[in-house]
Nanobody
Framework: VQLQASGGGLVQAGGSLVLSCAAS????????MGWFRQAPGKERERVAT????????YYEDSVKGRFTISRDNAKNTVYLQMNSLKPEDTAVYYC???????????????WGQGTLVTVSS
């Protein structure tokens, strides 16, 4: 499956952004979808994952209550609504598709190209 992430940009602390990830090539609804991020000098970390039907989601503690992952299987798209952004949220954000709802990035088979989110203080 091919993934195309978009929606990143520069935002002030406290602001909001919505990231989108459009999928093509395979059956989107077969895959667990995840958003990961990687800040300069840091390892890639999971932000959130969502099950194939969208019925269950997982969030890392650092974003819980501020970010919301969702998906529209009819549009082959997964979203990440990011509210109350903080400077420490600055990173390149990646979407990924896999079969296991894990935080281990190696378990994901397909990756988008990344979109940069910069949060200014």
């Amino acid at each position: 499956v091919q993934l195309q992430a978009s929606g990143g940009g520069l935002v002030q602390a406290g602001g909001s952004l919505v990231l989108s990830c459009a999928a093509s090539g395979r059956t989107f609804s077969d895959y667990i979808m995840g958003w990961f991020r990687q800040a300069p000098g840091k390892e890639r970390e999971r932000v959130a994952t969502i099950t194939q039907s969208g019925g269950s989601a997982y969030y890392e503690d650092s974003v819980k209550g501020r970010f919301t992952i969702s998906r529209d299987n009819a549009k082959n798209t997964v979203y990440l609504q990011m509210n109350s952004l903080k400077p420490e949220d600055t990173a390149v954000y990646y979407c990924a598709a896999g079969n296991i709802p894990t935080g281990n990035s190696r378990a994901y088979d397909y990756w988008g190209q990344g979109t940069l989110v910069t949060v200014s203080s």
